[in-house]
Structures are given as C-alpha cells and as structure tokens.
C-alpha cells in the first residue's frame, strides 16, 4: 500500500481546492460589482462557479430579487435559489444567477 501518487481522492481534493478558492475570490468581487463588473465576468466562468458554489455549500438561499421591477422583461427566469449577494444602496440583496443576469448583463442565451 504505497507509491499510489495517482490516487483519485487527491486529484479530487486539489480540484476541489481549486475550485473553493475561485468561488471565494469570484464572490468577493461580485460583492463589489457594479452590474458592469458582473457582466465581464466570463459566462462560462460564471456557470461553473455557480455550479461549484451548489455542490460546495449545499445551502441555497432564497433569491430576494424584486422581479417584477428589477427586470420586468424576464420575470420568468427567476429559480428563487440565490447564489450570489449584490449590494443595493444600504442593503445586500440575494440573487439568483437569472435574476443576476437579468438584472446586470441581459446576456442570458433564451
Ligand atoms: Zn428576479
Ligand atoms: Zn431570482
């Protein structure tokens, strides 16, 4: 039992601590995105931190968007599971990613 360097657990782990360590740098920067910051994110990148975010916390929070105001044109893209907290005027408000998108870059593909 010995010399098993490619061990599929530690490969696992890096990736995994790569991954943590995205999503915490991604979230500190949306915590201070403007929607114009948000939007040069790269949606790929986006979808995948996303994606880790759930796998990672397994806590989804509710998304508090106003949908009805805030992006009257995609009232439906709402999935009610934030992922994401942008700060508007005194108070954070949770997002979902559609809701993010629709309310700050409006490049969602339909
Ligand atoms: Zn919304
Ligand atoms: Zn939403």
């Known amino acids: ?26 979230q500190r920067k949306v915590a201070d995105a403007t929607s114009e ?19 990672l916390t397994g806590q989804w929070r509710d998304c508090r968007c106003p949908c009805g ?7 439906g893209v709402c999935d009610g599971r934030a992922v994401l907290t942008r700060r508007l005027g005194e108070v954070d408000v949770s997002l979902c990613a559609p809701c993010a998108v629709a309310q700050g870059v409006a490049e969602m593909p339909r």
Not at 3 to 18: I, L, N, T
Not at 40 to 52: S, Y
């Open 1 to 26: 039992m010995g010399g098993d360097s490619e061990h599929p657990a530690r490969q696992f782990a890096e990736a995994w601590q790569a991954a943590t360590g995205a999503v915490s740098e991604w």
């Open 37 to 55: 910051a948000l939007g040069k994110l790269d949606p790929a990148l986006r979808a995948a931190v996303q994606a880790g975010r759930a796998a």
């Open 69 to 75: 105001t805030a992006h009257p044109d995609d009232r």
